[in-house]
């Protein structure tokens, strides 16, 4: 017998499959895409410095409502893991020395990475995603360790770091409504720092969502027991 639920999730993967078929046939056959804008924000005038890279383009013109979108789809999807209660133990084992030694040797590195992407970001290739990954990475590596010796922040400082992305963006987003503008528009002069100021917020959220995803659950709760 069919699973009803099964069903009816199929009959809604189908439906979405038809719209993003009928989505993309009837896309004209020759457009010209985001090119011309992108490469007119690289005329020098356009940008503090000069000319900028067409990655610097995008990502200072098309991607803050994309950043937007992904930072809440992490969210919900934190939510939704924490959502099954606390993560798994580590395992009782101890913590393997050839792990352990190579973690020495690349902490540090992996540390000023995610500092150089997300700052390269804001001129060239890089950015929050992909420092956040490097973030998310050294949890992982921590998790696989062992390390339960290693204390971790409370609770209650780790879901605001969860949060910390999309709530700087949504309020970056909002205050240019006050002076009658669009949502997250910015003046020229302000994109280079506009860009930074949401994008380590944002690095640190997306690493610290990963690092937790990573782990399958909520922190444990370290409560002090009476004798």
């Given amino acids: 017998m069919i699973d009803p639920y099964r069903a009816v999730l199929l009959s809604l993967l189908l439906v979405l499959m038809a719209i993003l078929i009928w989505g993309v046939m009837d896309l004209a056959?020759?457009?010209?895409g985001l090119g011309p804008m992108v490469f007119a924000a690289k005329e020098p005038g356009k940008e503090p410095g000069g000319e900028i890279s067409p990655v610097t383009a995008?990502?200072?013109l098309f991607r803050d409502y994309d950043t937007l979108l992904e930072l809440a789809v992490l969210l919900l999807a934190l939510v939704g893991v924490w959502?099954?209660?606390e993560a798994p133990p580590p395992s009782p084992s101890s913590p393997d020395p050839i792990l352990l030694d190579f973690l020495r040797l690349v902490l540090p590195l992996m540390a000023l990475a995610f500092f150089y992407l997300v700052w390269a970001g804001g001129s060239a290739a890089g950015g929050a995603f992909q420092g956040g990954a490097m973030l998310g990475t050294i949890g992982a590596l921590f998790r696989l360790s062992n390390l339960?010796?290693?204390p971790l922040p409370p609770e209650i400082w780790l879901r605001l770091a969860a949060a910390l992305g999309i709530a700087i963006?949504?309020?970056?987003a909002m205050i240019p409504l006050v002076g009658g503008d669009l949502l997250l528009a910015v003046s020229p002069q302000w994109m280079k720092t506009k860009i930074l100021w949401l994008e380590f917020p944002a690095a640190l959220s997306?690493?610290?969502i990963l690092a937790a995803l990573f782990a399958g659950g909520q922190p444990h709760r370290h409560t002090n027991k009476q004798p």
């Fill in 169 to 172: 963006f949504l309020t970056a």
């Fill in 148 to 150: 339960s010796g290693i």
């Fill in 58 to 60: 995008v990502l200072l």
């Fill in 206 to 208: 997306i690493g610290v």
């Fill in 83 to 85: 959502s099954f209660g």
């Fill in 29 to 32: 056959p020759i457009a010209t």
